[in-house]
């Protein structure tokens, strides 16, 4: 079936391996992204499924790769549901040490000391994006905004990008989350929902 609706349409690719489209709500919000990730927050990409945050995710992350002004760490553990702190700052030491074989520390003091010292030693702002995010407990989202403090109060400058469902985006607006609601930057994402024309020509 799909095969037959893309030789009518004379379709080269699928969906899912098609360029990216970039709107100007895109744009946009890149722009707006961007400026947060030089200054050390906590922003999250939230939208339906289909809506492209983890695509937008990739986009943001291959054009930062690229330019080099900012580095750029992601979070690869697939068990969302267990993942915490110390799993996400595993992810952090592991793009920016300077040696494959430099180990991490297991101590949880200690690692935040050499995680601080080690992001303030690069001079530049580093950025950690984790998909699937609507999955992160509360204490690890409030965790996350305190690590920003730590390397922030050093300073080094760090941001995360969170990607998930409108959970995510109802959970840090919950009057449990106020401490970190308040500081978080939110971005509903609508996809190509006002750009369909444009989009299928």
Known sequence: MLSEVMSH???VREFDQADF???DDFKHTLTEVRHHIKHGRLIALTGIVGCGKTRMLRHIHHLLSKEKDILVSQSLSVEK???NLGTLISALFCDLRRSKNEKIPSQPEQRERELRDLIKNKKKPVVLFVD???DLHGKTLIALKRLI???QGAGGTLSIVLAGHPKLS???KRA???EIGARATIFMLEGIQKSKEEYTH
């Open 9 to 11: 349409y004379k379709m």
């Open 21 to 23: 489209f970039e709107t």
């Open 81 to 83: 549901s267990r993942l």
């Open 132 to 134: 699937e995010a609507h």
């Open 149 to 151: 403090e730590v390397i």
């Open 170 to 172: 109802n959970d840090l």
């Open 176 to 178: 449990t989350m106020e």
